[in-house]
């Protein structure tokens, strides 16, 4: 990974209809940056995540990317970026080597992340060949988390990330956090210590609410 990206919100404000998800947030995510988005359910965290990735426009204010200092389009934002999340869909046609073979055929590999080593670890080998439509939901979020946590990019985005999982499934993801996401931003949006203790900057969603 040879980018470092910044992305700043100014005034930033998001709503449905009348109602403001949250408004006026002025925040800069700089290279190495460990963030957390905290709230009670309902309360935008998920929101204010997918308008951090470009996946929402704003209803106010602005939004900058900059890649090694120069401006970067929200079309290629993408490239910049691995992210994991209840709301996203696996291809379920797909059998998770053929996925794994395409996702990394348009994503470089984090040198870190032997696929095999963590497959296993996860619990996935002996089900290579199977299609995704007959992995539990547990299987598919573990599946989630192996292409965001390997993808060697600036900025790794995380919703919930142990959504279905176990006991053991957590403590397989805090060891993946430990493991490979030691270069890259993180911003994890959570209500669950165990998921985003590592982090160290915060933004808590509902002060930024506004009638």
Not at 62 to 77: F, H, I, K, P
Not at 118 to 138: D, R
Not at 172 to 183: E, P, S
């Amino acid at each position: 990974m040879s980018s470092e990206l910044h992305i700043r919100l100014a005034d930033a404000g998001k709503r449905y209809n009348r109602d403001w998800i949250f408004k006026n947030l002025s925040f800069e995510l700089v290279p190495g940056s460990r963030l957390s988005l905290t709230g009670s359910n309902g309360s935008g965290k998920s929101t204010l995540l997918q308008v951090m990735a470009g996946y929402q426009s704003l209803s106010s204010g602005s939004r900058t990317y900059l890649v090694n200092g120069a401006q970067l389009s929200e079309d290629q934002l993408y490239k910049q970026l691995s992210i994991a999340t209840p709301y996203l869909d696996l291809p379920e046609a797909y059998s998770l080597e053929e996925l794994l073979s395409f996702h990394f055929s348009l994503k470089p590999k984090k040198t870190a992340f032997d696929m095999n080593s963590w497959i296993e670890s996860a619990g996935l080998q002996p089900h290579l060949t199977k299609k995704l439509q007959y992995f539990s939901s547990g299987m598919k979020q573990r599946v989630k988390l192996l292409l965001a946590l390997g993808a060697d990019v600036p900025l790794l985005m995380l919703d919930e990330p142990t959504t279905n999982l176990d006991e053991q499934g957590i403590q397989w993801y805090q060891a993946m956090i430990g493991t490979l996401a030691t270069r890259q931003s993180i911003v994890v949006a959570s209500n669950q210590p165990h998921e985003y203790a590592f982090c160290t900057q915060n933004i808590e969603v509902t002060a930024y609410k506004k009638a």
